[in-house]
């Protein structure tokens, strides 16, 4: 073979640390370069010259120096470095944003994205288009708007107290209720039979009446017994005493109800006690009056979009039952045929919602010619997923509506399945585009063109079009770029390997030409 062989087996061997000096000092040139994924060169031998046959029938064999096999990139996940500008996407998993070059499509994993003079979305270093999950280009609504929409249905959720805490109401409830033996009283049960009667009454015991009426006037009566009188009779004193004003009755648990005949007013209360020398005694402290009443508002809007403010007023009627009355001032509108009421909200005994009578309110809102019909949604009867009645402070409140008024665009959003979304000055969003991502099955077959773009090859495969967040895809993270994959320190590392490998081969070279020389100096 000759010292030949050793010339060109350095000579190989020093092209081949050449190419791999160049590849590293290209990664450490990348290292600051967002998205880059850092490259390898795997080297492989030459063929091997046979000088012989062993005894033993193993070949005898010279390599002919080193060559450079491949040269493959590292496409693992790179940190994401935080920029807080909305539309620096990274992708955090396998996947490409696609942009469009004009005549073929690009491959990215750096999504450095900006809009143009057209509201374009595009990449920020070459202009590209970036494409949506249509293969369309994807245009940012700057100057959109969008139109107000009438409410149609109002979902009101939280609680109501169940407890009737509050001495003056518009409706007040007997705290317990009267019984005879055990049985809830009627009408027609007397006086001296109810259970909580201590002491029969007799002819001109008298039973003494105050309060207030609904609008705050005092009410002070004194009811005179007579023998034989029943419930019916005291119910009798106390709407003469409250003529006008409010009306008693005796609900089917026993229980006096005492309502004001005006909605809305709740000054109304009653107190019963037995006069000061009277022979016959009932234990009235055990039957106070109470009542409860909560209000809260909300923003209905017309088919204009303009917000009318609406009082929600909640009254307790009896145990477990409700009604709901709205109002609003009379230069936001009317209500269509005096009807602003759901009456009947009844709820179990485990708190839950039960039924309700019809939950439509009509608005004659002022400007808008035709009447608005808007449901109020209490909930499912037996869940706790709407209005609900247990101890503890009231918070029923209109959570959700489908109306709302005039918007301009606000801003935009990206989630990470890649939904582009446009928002809105009245809250309402819109989904713009959703970006296409692409997958490779043979990533190191991609072609690099830079600008961190990548092309198909046939090596690669065709491209197959996906969403964030699906399948192998990865997901999109807002404001976020994939920093270079680069290891600092491996890469060093491998720079000392490289350039030992370098001087080595020199060293082979410089040693078989001194032998050489030698050789040459024989004949002298």
């Known amino acids: 073979m000759g010292l030949g062989g050793a010339l060109y087996s350095g000579v190989s061997g020093i092209r081949a640390h050449q190419n791999m000096l160049d590849i590293i000092g290209n990664n450490l040139a990348n290292i600051n370069t967002y998205g880059y994924k850092s490259s390898r060169l795997l080297f492989s031998d030459l063929l091997s010259q046979t000088i012989a046959i062993g005894t033993n029938g193993n070949p005898m064999q010279v390599g002919k120096g080193v060559k450079f096999a491949s040269i493959t990139s590292n496409f693992s996940q790179g940190t994401l470095e935080s920029t807080n500008n909305v539309f620096d996407l990274a992708i955090q998993g396998e996947g490409f944003f696609v942009v469009n070059g004009g005549s073929k499509d690009y491959f990215t ?66 705290s317990s209720a009267l019984t005879s ?78 309502k004001s005949d005006t909605t809305g007013n709740d000054d109304l209360s009653l107190t019963l006690a037995d006069g000061g020398s009277n022979t016959g005694a009932t234990t009235w402290t055990d039957h106070t009056f109470s009542g409860s009443t909560y209000i809260t508002s909300v923003d209905i809007f017309d088919s204009q979009g303009t917000r009318h403010a609406v009082t929600l007023r909640f009254t307790k009627q009896m145990d477990n039952e409700w009604d709901l009355t709205a109002s609003m001032d009379s230069s936001e509108g009317t209500f269509a045929s005096s009807d602003n009421q759901i009456t009947g909200i009844t709820f179990n005994d485990d708190g839950t919602f039960s039924t309700s009578g019809d939950t439509t309110l009509q608005f004659n809102f002022n400007g808008i010619s035709s009447t608005q019909s808007v449901i109020f949604d209490l909930g499912t009867s037996g869940k706790n997923d709407g209005l609900t009645q247990n101890g503890g402070d009231s918070t029923a409140a209109v959570t959700k509506q489908d109306g709302y008024e005039y918007g301009t665009f606000d801003s935009v959003s990206v989630n990470s399945d890649g939904t582009i979304k446009a928002l809105y000055t009245n809250g309402i969003t819109d989904t713009v585009a959703t970006l296409k991502l692409a997958l490779f099955n043979n990533l190191n077959g991609l072609n690099k063109v830079g ?25 999109v993270s807002s404001g976020y770029l994939e920093g270079s994959n680069v290891d600092m320190a491996t890469e060093l590392t491998s720079l000392i390997t490289a350039q030992r490998g370098f001087q080595l081969n020199t060293k082979v070279i410089t040693t078989a030409d001194e032998i050489l020389a030698e050789v040459v100096n024989l004949k002298r």
């Open 109 to 174: 994993r750096v999504g450095a994205f900006s809009t143009d003079e057209d509201n374009y979305l595009i990449d920020s270093s070459t202009g590209y288009k970036v494409l949506d999950t249509n293969g369309k280009e994807i245009t940012i609504p700057y100057d959109s708007t969008v139109s107000g929409k009438a409410t149609s249905r109002a979902y009101i959720t939280g609680n109501l107290d169940a407890s009737a805490s509050s001495s003056t109401a518009e409706v007040l409830i007997m």
């Open 181 to 258: 033996g055990g049985s809830a009283a009627t009408t027609a049960t007397t006086l001296n039979s109810l259970d909580s009667n201590t002491t029969d009454y007799a002819a001109g015991d008298t039973i003494l009446i105050t309060g207030t009426k609904s609008d705050g006037t005092a009410v002070s009566a004194t009811y005179t017994y007579a023998a034989g009188d029943t419930v019916a009779t005291l119910l009798a004193a106390i709407n003469t005493a409250f003529s006008g004003d409010a009306t008693a009755s005796l609900d089917s648990s026993g229980k006096i109800l005492l």
């Open 451 to 475: 600008d961190n773009l990548y092309e198909q090859t046939s090596a690669s495969g065709e491209p197959i079009y996906v969403n964030a967040n699906s399948g192998r895809a990865g997901s």
